[in-house]
């Protein structure tokens, strides 16, 4: 079991800003694709971006554009800069490997945006 902490997360007006970041209590950072999934009450969980391990990214197609995620395997941490925020983005987002592991879960951070 590895602890995943989120953060970052915020109340933004629409058309603001925020950067999450991710931390593992291990470095599994190098040696694994990493992935942002958000999920709105109710809602499934659905994967926003994964970068691999030599540094290519994916995006779902809502947030192409708009969001960039990085990694610092230095610093452990894995990084989801979003820009243009919509209400449609307000969900938990979470940090975890692709395909996803059940062990690596946090308890997220909470993105909200307003109209």
């Known amino acids: 079991q590895v602890q995943m902490v989120e953060s970052g997360g915020g109340l933004v007006q629409a058309g603001g800003s925020l950067r999450l970041s991710c931390a593992a209590s291990?470095?599994?950072?190098?040696?694994?694709?990493m992935a942002w999934y958000r999920q709105a009450p109710g809602k499934q969980r659905d994967l926003v971006a994964f970068?691999?391990?030599?540094?290519?990214?994916n995006y779902a197609g809502s947030v192409k554009g708009r969001f960039t995620i990085s990694r610092d395997n230095a610093k452990n941490t894995v990084y989801l800069q979003m820009n243009s925020l919509k209400p449609e983005d307000t969900a938990v987002y979470y940090c975890?490997?692709?395909?996803?592991?059940?062990?690596?879960w946090g308890q997220g951070t909470q993105v909200t945006v307003s109209s």
């Open positions: 970068i691999a391990r030599g540094g290519s990214t």
């Open positions: 975890n490997t692709y395909p996803l592991k059940s062990d690596y």
């Open positions: 291990r470095n599994i950072f190098s040696i694994n694709v």
